[in-house]
């Protein structure tokens, strides 16, 4: 190759690399702005309000959650360098499980709910697929950073205009635009992925520290446990995963001495160890901890009515409606709008078949998240691993990642399906990587070539 076609081809890869930087940036932008349509623009309160926007739905959600799946449904038709691989457990599970969705619409109990949200829930779900074909798990990480943090930006600029919504709770929880739970987990998405990011942006170090202790001050100020709980073991999740067994053994070691040190200070203490649990609580009122914030009940009335329907479930996101609404109004002086348990939730959706398929691949998901980020080191991969993680502990106690309708759901979604399906070269550099070991077992003294 002479120098003048070396010298186009580099320029041709320089302005290819430039128009994927540009889409990119305008794909994020997009999509920020139609997730702020859909989850920013609702009421949150738990209300009989509510029963309305499940009979008329709400306008800014419905263009919002639409516009993506357009957006996305494009995407997946456009073309691409990524393309899709099936060869794997991981996709097969996610397979079944979207399969299992779509076929929920012939067994739901009403019809025309069943049809509408499960059509919806399968263009987001297309919308995530497209979103697959053009971003890198690279690419994705810090496009979740930045939608995370604008999020931020816009709740705290509300909270300081004071056009807020209220939040009814005896103490001050930050909320911004979205209810405090959601905002502690857009936090923890701000947490996870400029801790990943941090190891190979050497120059954005000092940016990517500040915007980690922001989301982790705002974590700590929502009053979320379930997001802080979230983020811990996601953190102690990925750091297991990439340590030694050394390091593994030391961390437990200092683990068991912290904890009988404190249950010896309690005991010392005496009055004075409810300050643990304070601790532990946020701050909130012990009572609430104890009924997981008025969870049981909901989880003991919701119990009852699996047994109705268990290994198949009412239908994807068709339990929800206007009977069953009033029935647990009844039941428990007020009206749950979902399950408080992404688990629960899709028991009562798909039934037992369906929730093992979820947290199934969740599973897989994470221990192939894991080793593709052992053999790439792209912190792409250990983002996917982290969301993976907090996917586990959050889906026990919240619904946001039942269905891809949501902003959270749809990146979890979004990382679930590039672990899946996407065939990139990345994939290719890890295979290479896999051969190249065998070859080093044979002669030990050739090193592995740069990428």
Known sequence: MTPIQLIKNAAGEEAAHRRHIVMLCALTAGIGFLFFLADHSIPTEQSESRLDVLETGNRMRRIGVLGFGM???VLFLARTKYRFSLGNPLAVATAAYLGLCLLSMVWADSSEIASRRILVSLLCFIGAAGICRHFSPRDFCPAVLVISTVYLGIGLLAELAGVAPAFSDDRFRF?????PNSQGLNCVFMCLSTACLYPRAVRWRPILAVVFMTGLFFLLLTGSRTSLYSLLFAAAGFWWLSSNWYQR?????ASAFAATFLVLLSVVVGSEAGLIS???????????ATTMTGRTPVWNELLKMVAGSPYLGYGYQSFWNLNRYADLE?????VPTHAHSAYLETTLGIGFVGVSLFLLAIIMGALRASERFKETRDPGYAFGLTLMLVAMVHSALESTFAAPTSYFSTVLFCSWFMLAFQHSELNELSSSRRQWRVV???QPDVSYPAA
């Open 330 to 334: 009844v039941r428990l002086g007020w």
């Open 175 to 179: 909320r911004g635009t979205l209810h």
């Open 71 to 73: 957006l996305g449904t």
């Open 440 to 442: 080093q077992r044979v």
């Open 278 to 288: 304070d601790v532990a609580n946020l701050g909130r009122d012990g009572e609430t």
């Open 249 to 253: 053994g030391l961390a437990i070691s």
